[in-house]
């Protein structure tokens, strides 16, 4: 019977997304992105902010489309996935992220970051 408890408190679990355990949301790009990337990331977290999440995730693919070389943009779409159900992607998304993070704590340090890739 214990068994059985615990595995519908996991299955339950894994039906929320990780970000429900962290209040973290969708970071600015960098000063020195391009002002068309920056763009669509502002657009992304105005959506995010509605939870709209379907709708900031294509912002901020956009806006990976123009630059993907941070690793803001990665964490946001990211967290957007993670938001929509789609973990796999979002644990890509999430190594990207880390990879370029260049020294941004904030990616580095992560709490729904490490969750998915383990850090």
Not at 15 to 40: C, I, Y
Not at 56 to 83: Q, V
């Amino acid at each position: 019977m214990r068994t059985l408890v615990v595995s519908l408190l996991v299955a339950i679990m894994m039906m929320f997304p990780f970000s429900a355990l962290a209040d973290e949301g969708p970071m600015k790009l960098p000063d020195s992105a391009p002002e068309s990337a920056k763009m669509h990331n502002q657009e992304g977290i105005k959506h995010w902010n509605k939870g709209h999440y379907d709708v900031a995730f294509k912002h901020f693919e956009e806006s990976a489309g123009i630059d993907a070389s941070n690793g803001e943009i990665h964490f946001n779409e990211a967290i957007a996935l993670d938001k929509m159900g789609q973990h796999g992607k979002a644990t890509m998304h999430f190594k990207a992220a880390k990879s370029r993070a260049g020294g941004n704590e904030a990616i580095v340090n992560s709490p729904i970051l490490n969750a998915h890739i383990g850090g």
